[in-house]
């Protein structure tokens, strides 16, 4: 409720900031005007994720029974690459190597824009992990595959900066770590819910040459 309540005068800040901006001229101005439009796109992003805790697959509304968890025919291979490109900059900036390599994957019913936040938090917590860690040559391998009616998510990366107890804990809200400048691994705690929600399962650990790994694999419902 305070989510709803919260989203509406936003969104009417975003339409009036937006037609201002179309109005105003003065560059000083416009400036100012984008700065407030990002802040309030941020707040909303922030009211989103927690959505994503809170949210129930069907509830009720005046005795109607509806669906908040939307679902759509997604590609995920997609999604992967969008959520690549969305941290390219920062990736380059870290001198990290992201390599992708693709499956065929059918059209799935999903909600993308979760699965794009969920991907995106994943990539921002391995490049945190390289940058940390200050790893040698840091790479991030992204792999897709589809078997037995699931799609398969898989990440990694020879960043050795945790150890495997830590990787076992990382999906927990606000996991403490012990090194500084790495944070809590909220953003991981909200992939969690993601792949819960679509009835997914994820897992973390090391590989033996002690680099960093996250598996995700999720039953799908093909798209029509």
Known sequence: GVAHELSQPLTAVLTMVGSLSRAVQDPVSVRRLHIIQDAV????????????????????????????????????NQVVANSVELLRDELAEAKISA???????????ANSTQWTQALTNILSFLCDCHKVGKTAGPVIKISTSYDKKEIGLSFDTNCTLLSKEEMAKIFEPFFANSHPGLGSSFGLGLVREVVRKHNGQIEADLDSQGGMRINVRVPVEEAG
Do not use: H, W
């Not at 390599?99 to 059918?106: A, C, E, N, T």
């Open 99 to 109: 390599q992708v390599k693709y499956s065929d994957l059918p059209q799935v019913r």
């Open 41 to 76: 796109q941020k707040c909303k992003g922030i009211i989103e994720k927690l959505l994503v805790y809170s949210r129930t697959s069907m509830e009720k509304e005046n005795e109607i029974t509806f669906s908040r968890f939307v679902r759509a025919s997604t590609d995920i």
